[in-house]
């Protein structure tokens, strides 16, 4: 059973920044695709940045393109969300999720239901 535990959100100002971190256990974390994803208030849960494991390609949402960065360290099962040039509207829970199948050509890296482990949240609350 894969756990995943993040850390490192809290409240910053506008135009400051953050660094997330998802600690991974119990399963292969090198194979596996990672994401972040948010949820604001109200609203569905939405993706924000994904790594996948052969090449380390990265993916981003357009609402995060050139602020966030995604990457990891398989030494250390984690993987992190740098977040810069923070926004209000980037105000929400984020969660890391995994995606455990070996095989992903094709896949669809924003969507959740690509993922089969989240971890519980870490709320990230930007102040204007």
């Known amino acids: 059973q894969v756990q995943l535990v993040e850390s490192g959100g809290g409240l910053v100002q506008a135009g400051g920044s953050l660094r997330l971190s998802c600690a991974a256990s119990?399963?292969?974390?090198?194979?596996?695709?990672m994401g972040w994803f948010r949820q604001a208030p109200g609203k569905e849960r939405k993706f924000v940045a994904a790594?996948?494991?052969?090449?380390?390609?990265?993916y981003y949402a357009d609402s995060v393109k050139g602020r966030f960065t995604i990457s990891r360290d398989n030494a250390k099962n984690t993987v992190y969300l740098q977040m810069n040039s923070l926004k209000p509207e980037d105000t929400a829970v984020y969660y890391c999720?995994?995606?455990?199948?070996?095989?992903?050509?094709?896949?669809?890296?924003?969507?959740?239901?690509?993922?089969?482990?989240w971890g519980q949240g870490t709320q990230v609350t930007v102040s204007s």
């Open positions: 999720a995994a995606r455990s199948k070996i095989y992903a050509y094709g896949i669809d890296y924003s969507s959740s239901n690509e993922y089969d482990y």
């Open positions: 119990g399963g292969t974390f090198s194979s596996y695709v």
């Open positions: 790594i996948n494991w052969w090449d380390l390609s990265t």
